[in-house]
């Protein structure tokens, strides 16, 4: 199944068994697998959870950068508050 948009794979997902791919996912599978099928009754599932990994691996970070810019904001709003004074 292929799905380009997110809410489309997301209503795959929540609605089915299977994980929809993006168009470049379903390319770097051919590259991979070749002319060999698959194998499992859902060929997709190696390539979904590989996302699933990066996505979460990449968590941190932006949990991390968000706490960096909402601390920044709060430094620039006192020291604008106190020049008020």
Excluded at 40 to 50: D, V
Excluded at 69 to 79: D, E, K, R, Y
Aim: aromatic residues 4%; charged residues 20%.
């Amino acid at each position: 199944i292929i799905a380009n948009g997110f809410s489309c794979q997301e209503q795959i997902a929540q609605t089915t068994e299977r994980r929809a791919l993006h168009l470049a996912q379903v390319i770097q599978m051919a590259m991979h697998e070749g002319d060999s099928e698959t194998a499992g009754a859902f060929p997709e599932t190696k390539y979904a959870t590989q996302a699933a990994h990066r996505s979460l691996s990449s968590m941190p970070i932006a949990l991390g950068a968000g706490a960096i810019l909402l601390i920044g904001a709060a430094v620039m709003w006192m020291l604008r508050k106190r020049k008020r004074r």
